[in-house]
């Protein structure tokens, strides 16, 4: 089992994230069924998939936050589930619908995320007013973060991620209830983090959004990936939307819903 995070024999890095064979089942339910996925270091990576596909679940077991049945998950060659400090070190999370610790205040809440990591309190103080800058959140900085709204509580959460400059960076739904000039400052700052070495790995359901800003893409349903590659591979002369479609189905008539017509 290796735990370098050196280049290996053949000169090439090693995947930001390796997935061999991943599943989880809950009581008869296979959330997730034989996963396989590389995501390429330095790549912008979309996971998307319809309600259900498995993407938060195959998320917390790469990221250590849930153990999974079978499989293997490296970070930058770091197997996740047999080094997990070492592992966790190099990612940032922006888990989907986890509890933070919402009697903090905002500043308070991206501070302790940078203390936690061991880093120094002058570099924290710092870092931590760039990403209340960055994030619009400075105002609020004072306020717990049990009073912030749905978007605040992200892009805060999001701060949490950021602060210790992880090389890998995975955001379950990170747009989520985010406004538009809000989502754009995350894009540029996910963007140039990007450019300057490091990988992002977010699932959403915005098409749009991941066609225009990731490099790559998987698409996963009932548990199984159905295509991952570049995104112009993966959606070919189609949109991203009209091959998700494509690949997922299940558009389903309305024409049978006549009671909600109201004339
Ligand atoms: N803790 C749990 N106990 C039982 N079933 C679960 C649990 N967590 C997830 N599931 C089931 O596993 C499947 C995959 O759920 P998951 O949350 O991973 O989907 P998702 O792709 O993230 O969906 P969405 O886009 O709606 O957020 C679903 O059928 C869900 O009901």
């Not at 069924?33 to 995501?39: A, F």
């Not at 754009?184 to 990007?194: F, S």
């Amino acid at each position: 089992m290796t735990t370098s995070i050196a280049p290996s024999a053949d000169g090439a890095r090693p995947p930001a994230l390796s997935i061999r064979g991943l599943v989880k089942r809950f009581g008869e339910k296979i959330a997730v069924d034989n996963i396989h996925l590389d995501v390429p270091a330095g790549s912008f990576y979309g996971l998307v998939g319809p309600n259900g596909a498995g993407k938060t679940t195959s998320l917390s077991m790469a990221t250590g936050l849930l153990r999974p049945d079978h499989g293997q998950v490296t970070v930058h060659g770091v197997d996740v589930w047999q080094h997990p400090l070492e592992a966790k070190k190099l990612m940032g999370l922006l888990p989907d619908g986890v509890r933070l610790f919402d009697r903090l205040s905002g500043e308070q809440l991206v501070s302790y995320a940078g203390l936690l990591r061991g880093m120094d309190k002058d570099t924290v103080a710092e870092r931590v007013k760039d990403l209340l800058a960055a994030l619009d959140l400075t105002k609020d900085a004072g306020t717990l973060v049990v009073d912030y709204s749905a978007g605040m509580t992200k892009k805060i959460a999001l701060a949490a991620a950021l602060i210790h400059a992880p090389r890998l960076l995975v955001l379950d739904e990170p747009f989520e209830s985010v406004d538009p000039v809000s989502a754009a400052n995350i894009r540029d700052i996910l963007q140039d983090y990007v450019k300057s070495g490091g990988t992002v790995i977010v699932s959403s359901h915005v098409m749009d959004l991941v066609q225009r800003m990731c490099d790559h893409v998987a698409v996963i349903a009932a548990g199984r990936v159905l295509a991952a590659g570049t995104v112009d591979e993966v959606r070919g002369e189609m949109s991203l939307e009209d091959k998700f479609v494509e690949l997922v189905g299940g558009r389903n008539q309305t024409a049978g819903l006549q009671w909600l017509r109201t004339s």
